[in-house]
């Protein structure tokens, strides 16, 4: 991916946020607690870092697709798959593997949850902390992504049109928005919603650990991680691990993965 592309991908990423944050002011999940200033630049700021290291990771999976085409049609084209069969498949199977099974991993493993809780602290849960996400969790989740693209020879279209569809869909999920409840009910069949994602960010570990879905909501009701939606309305936010003023610093973020599972009280009452 070249300077320009970079650009034109940040931009819809920053208009989309810009259009969730809009959203938000007009129809509000939840009211908006106080001094948010501080934790909305901290995630703006990871939000940067993160963009930044897409756009390294996207160029990695360029020169694999270019390796790929050097070695002639993938094991789809082969099978004489028509394309528009290939980009649907391809959409599918991404959807699964980067955005509900390497989310779930992040769940089951201890490891991988110390990077992956740097998410799931945020205090209040709005278009901001979309990509409030440690590097770690970045490449790990790439992993989910370059594999299926190497094995199975997915085509660019089915790549694209799923890293935009959940760059575009996760500023919604995560924005505070609450939606008609009839309408919620039904997408939540097929789709993640706000209601279904919000409940995925709950202190409660019963609640936390379900709704992995990135778009489908089919995985989770499929596998059994489902959790209604209208439990979302009593949520409450953060982790009982890490301390909020923790939470809302950059560097307390960014060395989060390293530090211990729990919040020491020397640091505690350093905080206060």
Not at 37 to 66: H, K, M, Q
Not at 187 to 203: A, C, G
């Amino acid at each position: 991916m070249d300077s320009r592309e970079f650009l034109t991908t940040a931009a819809i990423f920053i208009a989309m946020l810009g259009l969730a944050t809009l959203t938000e002011l007009a129809l509000p999940l939840f009211a908006r607690a106080p001094a948010q200033r501080v934790r909305r630049a901290t995630n703006l700021a990871l939000t940067a870092l993160t963009l930044s290291l897409n756009w390294a990771l996207s160029g990695a999976a360029a020169l694999v697709a270019l390796a790929l085409s050097l070695h002639g049609p993938g094991p789809m084209s082969r099978l004489g798959i028509p394309l528009a069969a290939q980009i649907i498949g391809g959409f599918l199977v991404l959807d699964f593997s980067f955005g509900y099974l390497a989310h779930r991993t992040m769940h089951m493993s201890p490891l991988l949850w110390r990077a992956h809780r740097v998410h799931h602290s945020d205090t209040f849960v709005d278009a901001t902390t979309t990509f409030r996400n440690h590097p770690i969790e970045g490449l790990w989740r790439f992993l989910f992504l370059i594999v299926p693209i190497w094995v199975l020879g997915l085509p660019a279209e089915a790549v694209a049109l799923q890293r935009l569809s959940s760059a575009i869909n996760a500023s919604l999920e995560h924005a505070n928005i609450r939606l008609w409840p009839p309408l919620e009910r039904v997408l939540s069949w097929i789709w993640v919603t706000p209601n279904m994602h919000k409940v995925h960010h709950s202190r409660a570990r019963v609640e936390t650990d379900s709704n992995y879905g990135n778009l489908l909501s089919i995985y989770d009701r499929i596998l059994q991680t489902f959790t209604p939606t209208h439990r979302a309305f009593g949520v409450v936010y953060g982790l009982d691990d890490v301390d909020a003023d923790r939470a809302r610093s950059l560097p307390a973020l960014l060395s989060m993965p390293f530090s211990g599972a729990r919040v020491s009280r020397s640091e505690r009452n350093l905080l206060q």
